[in-house]
Nanobody, 124 residues
Framework: QVQLVESGGRLVQDGGSLRLSCTTS????????MGWFRQALGKEREFVAT????????YYADTVKGRFTISRDNAKNTVYLQMNNLNPEDTAVYYC?????????????????WGQGTQVTVSS
């Protein structure tokens, strides 16, 4: 059974930083793209960042570009999301997802497995 477990979410002040982690098990992690998505209260889930199996291709949502960095460590079966200069609009539950294929994509329909999410709250 494939499991994705996110961690690192917490309350942080405006302008602060956080690093989220997502560790997977039960699957050949290194063969698949990984992504981060988020869902704010009352809003639809939205794309944040994605990384290809090798880490060679990365895409970001315009709203986080320049502030967030996605990375992966295939030896640890873990993908990370470094979030800097956070603002209250970044408040959401953050989900990691494992793609159906190797290529990075912002399309949530191309992700097969999802974690339970970790709450990030940015106070003003």
């Amino acid at each position: 059974q494939v499991q994705l477990v996110e961690s690192g979410g917490r309350l942080v002040q405006d302008g602060g930083s956080l690093r989220l982690s997502c560790t997977t098990s039960g699957r050949t992690f290194s063969s698949y793209a990984m992504g981060w998505f988020r869902q704010a209260l009352g809003k639809e889930r939205e794309f944040v960042a994605t990384i290809s199996w090798s880490g060679g291709t990365i895409y970001y949502a315009d709203t986080v570009k320049g502030r967030f960095t996605i990375s992966r460590d295939n030896a640890k079966n873990t993908v990370y999301l470094q979030m800097n200069n956070l603002n209250p609009e970044d408040t959401a539950v953050y989900y990691c997802a494992a793609g159906k294929g190797s290529y990075a994509t912002p399309n949530p329909q191309l992700y097969y497995y999802w974690g339970q999410g970790t709450q990030v709250t940015v106070s003003s």
